[in-house]
């Protein structure tokens, strides 16, 4: 088993900015794909961001593209969502997620490992 702990989110007014981390620990056997999601109160849970395992590829929904950056960390089996210009719009619960293999980095099923979730509210 992979578990996946999410940490890093809070209380933010709107254009300040966070840093979420994912740390993953367990029987990890590679570099797996991770994803970060977000599901807000009464909505789906929907894409954000994702990157590759191997080529270091990166992808953003429209919605946070220019704002948000993905990195990771392998040798400290970590990955970080840097969240900058923060809108009210991003309030939800974040929730990172890995897979063994993932086809389409924004299809839920694709993923075999979820965290917890870390609430992020965006307010005045």
């Known amino acids: 088993q992979v578990q996946l702990v999410e940490s890093g989110g809070g209380l933010v007014q709107p254009g300040g900015s966070l840093r979420l981390s994912c740390a993953l620990s367990?029987?990890?056997?590679?570099?797996?794909?991770v994803g970060w999601f977000r599901q807000a109160p009464g909505k789906g849970r929907e894409g954000v961001s994702w990157i590759s395992n191997s080529d270091g590829g990166t992808k953003y929904a429209d919605s946070v593209k220019g704002r948000f950056t993905i990195s990771r960390d392998d040798a400290k089996n970590t990955v970080y969502l840097q969240m900058n210009n923060l809108k009210p719009e991003d309030t939800a619960v974040y929730y990172c997620a890995a897979g063994i293999l993932v086809i389409e980095p924004f299809r839920l099923n694709d993923y075999d490992y979820w965290g917890q979730g870390t609430q992020v509210t965006v307010s005045s």
């Open positions: 367990g029987d990890i056997l590679e570099y797996y794909p």
